[in-house]
């Protein structure tokens, strides 16, 4: 199958499902993934950081063992300003691909380029595509997902476990890979952290460790 993860942000597909895009790795899947923004940081570029982040993106690629990856190259923090902005190279990048399975971040993130790359992938996943995908699933972004307001209309709330015990080492080192944005516990990006993430949701669905999806579109044909 083609695999295809939508990330805002370079580390968002390590944190969100690292393990799970090892485990489709080693089903024998074709697995790209597409990085929405290019990063900034303390809200100003930084062309230098920009490329070490590139950089160890690639390197958590390589370690991970999965196949494409894009830099689509827009503006970190401003993605809400203009959803068409994503929709237009995103879709280019889809028809290429054109994946059975799309994995993209939750709806209700605390992060407001996370919320528009959802809403983009709403829209290029959408049933009246040309070639729609028969699954699109939704990970949860550790420092993101949980820090989102107390209200229904933001919850994040799983109903799709994926046992991630034999390859929780791998998304672990390519977590490592990310030395600028990881952190020291309790701070939910860090090793620790994932570790225990991975912990709860394999005690929510009975394996030692998970990672945990919303379901948005599952076709069986």
């Given amino acids: ?25 080693d089903n024998g899947d074709e697995v790209c993934v597409i990085i929405v923004t290019d990063r900034v940081y303390n809200h100003s570029s930084n062309f230098k950081l920009l490329d070490e982040d590139k950089l160890q993106a690639i390197n958590a690629k390589k370690i991970l063992g999965y196949n494409q990856i894009f830099f689509l190259g827009l503006a970190d923090e401003k993605l809400d300003s203009l959803v068409q902005e994503i929709i237009i190279p995103l879709e280019e990048q889809y028809n290429n691909f054109l994946p059975d399975i799309v ?14 790359v959802f809403d983009a992938v709403r829209v290029v996943t959408r049933q009246a595509q040309k070639a729609p995908p028969s699954k699109v699933f939704l990970y949860e972004t550790p420092s993101s997902t949980e820090q989102s307001p107390p209200l229904l209309s933001s ?25 600028n944005e990881i952190k020291d516990y309790p701070h939910p990006r860090s090793i620790e952290g994932v570790t225990i993430y991975a912990q ?12 945990a999806f919303m379901v948005m579109k599952d076709v069986w044909a």
């Avoid at 994926?162 to 390519?174: D, G, P, S, T, W």
């Avoid at 709860?200 to 990672?211: D, L």
């Fill in 155 to 179: 919850a994040f709330i799983p109903n799709y476990f994926v046992n991630i015990e034999n390859f929780l080492n791998q998304k672990v080192l390519a977590l490592q890979c990310y030395k």
């Fill in 1 to 25: 199958m083609n695999i295809l993860i939508v990330a805002p942000h370079m580390d968002d597909e390590v944190l969100g499902m690292g393990g799970t895009i090892a485990k489709h790795v």
């Fill in 200 to 211: 709860f949701r394999g005690i929510q669905s009975g394996f030692n460790y998970a990672e």
């Fill in 103 to 116: 994995y993209t971040c939750h709806f209700g993130d605390n992060n407001q380029d996370h919320r528009a």
